[in-house]
């Protein structure tokens, strides 16, 4: 686990005498067993009523838990189902079921952050489905409606430690009025990342416009590795950590760089604006207002920043103004596991404690949750993309652009390494990409992301180069 300020100290010592009351089993004195006719499950995930992700508090209280008891009783059994919510920072609740899972307590069913699974799983903390559950873990039919890249969200070292519950894509979004005078197509489709710098060089001879956004620097945080430095990477057939072992100054880590390199050393950029505290809002903001030509971002980007009626950087005209596209690899079939187009992904993920008195039905209460039912019942009209393709063939089919995501870009993506250095790592790649945006060469910024590296992961026998 990653080191705690020791403010957390007294909160540590709350979640520990709570994570003790807390058991998996519940109190019940029925013996655990497929066949048990009472049955005790409680749910964990941080939201609450009235608080953080209340929606979703809700939908586990009012919809899930009733339906799940009355299914059971009219299979004859009596199952007492409770919600344990939360309202914390993610690290504080990521802490709490640290504890909860090591003290052999903790929810039946619980939400992670599907980044933490690794981290949970090389801990003991967590199982696969499989393990727990037996095989109707691997039977769930729920299986053929989540892509098996989707999948790679719960998954740890090629087996299913959980089930995704929504998910997101990277694509590179563009301006059509500022195509339509840089002489650039409506429908624009980069095969390379050629034909990328070739679109931002038209671009570029417009007064005013910042022609290509890719964020780089530590400023943009992790938005500077989902959005830039690891679908480049991954576009350049890399990965980030592979057959236990990290990318260093690999020749797929020297290519991203210096493609960034290329746009900010070419003009095509602006590197001042990724050394801004608030660099990624102010891009947010100038291609609402037309001023930047092509922005790298995730489809967050469309739905709550240049939404018409409720977005934080309002875009009027963005359902006829905007195009979307995929991210291309470097050039055709360069991209991991040989693809032509790539992205990222995050989300989150629910999980089986492995200690739960009741794995059967916990499995049962799991795989529920993720039904086709359950998932249109949780996001209650939303637009939102959810893990399940069936589902967002339903709700989505009136935005093209989440529509986009799911049907074209979910089925390409990749995801970060669940582990716990992994945000480390992440803070060396984006300072690399701080050096290569502000004028060192490709290789040099390589070389010394390397030795950063190697310092963190635990020395050059844990990195490729």
């Not at 037996?134 to 090629?158: C, H, K, R, Y």
Request: hydrophobic share 40%.
């Amino acid at each position: 686990m990653t080191s705690k300020p020791r403010h957390a100290a007294g909160v540590l010592a709350a979640f520990t005498t709570l994570a003790l009351a807390l058991t998996a089993c519940g109190d019940s004195s029925e013996p655990a067993g497929k066949d048990a006719k009472n049955i005790t499950l409680t749910i964990s995930a941080n939201s609450i009523v009235g608080g953080k992700n209340s929606a979703g508090a809700e939908w586990i209280e009012k919809w899930v838990i009733p339906r799940f008891v009355e299914a059971q009783k009219a299979k004859g059994v009596t199952a007492k189902v409770t919600f344990v919510p939360s309202g914390v920072d993610d690290e504080q609740y990521k802490t709490k079921l640290a504890l909860d899972l090591r003290s052999k307590g903790g929810a039946d069913v619980i939400a992670v952050d599907g980044i933490w699974v690794g981290e949970f799983a090389q801990a003991g903390y967590l199982k696969p489905l499989s393990d727990v559950a037996g095989d109707q873990a691997n039977s769930w039919d729920g299986w053929s409606q989540i892509p098996e890249t989707v999948q790679g969200l719960g998954s740890f070292e090629d087996k299913r430690y959980g089930i995704p519950l929504g998910t997101d894509g990277r694509v590179l979004y563009y301006n059509k009025k500022l195509f339509a005078q840089a002489g650039l197509p409506a429908d624009w489709q980069p095969k390379s990342w050629q034909e990328i710098l070739d679109a931002g060089a038209k671009l570029k001879a417009l007064p005013g416009v910042t022609p290509i956004q890719i964020n780089a620097g530590t400023a943009m945080g992790e938005a500077t590795s989902m959005q830039g430095a690891l679908p480049l990477l991954v576009g350049a057939g890399g990965e980030i950590y592979k057959d236990g072992k990290w990318a260093g100054a690999s020749q797929p880590v020297k290519d991203m760089l210096d493609f960034y390199t290329k746009i900010y050393g070419g003009g095509l950029g602006d590197p001042k604006l990724q050394q801004e505290a608030k660099g990624r809002d102010k891009s947010f903001a100038e291609f609402a207002a037309g001023k930047i030509g092509i922005l790298a971002e995730g489809d967050y980007f469309w739905r709550s920043v240049i939404n018409p009626s409720t977005g934080i950087a309002k875009m009027a005209d963005r359902n006829t103004s905007v195009g979307f596209a995929m991210i291309p690899a470097k050039q055709p079939g360069a991209g991991i596991r040989g693809q032509d187009f790539v992205s990222m992904s995050g989300g989150g993920v629910r999980v089986l404690n492995p200690n739960s008195k009741f794995p059967s039905q916990a499995w049962e209460l799991l795989s529920f949750m993720h039904s086709a039912e359950a998932v249109k019942a949780e996001l209650a009209g939303e637009a939102r993309i959810t893990a399940r393709m069936d589902v967002n063939k339903e709700v989505l089919a009136g935005d093209p652009m989440l529509s986009f995501v799911t049907e074209k870009v979910l089925p390409v993506t990749a995801y970060r390494p669940p582990l716990a250095v992994y945000p480390q790592v992440s803070v060396a790649l984006q300072e690399a990409t701080a050096a290569a945006a502000s004028g060192r060469s490709a290789d040099e910024a390589a070389g010394a992301y390397q030795k950063k590296l190697e310092g963190i992961v635990g020395g050059a026998g844990n990195v490729t180069s």
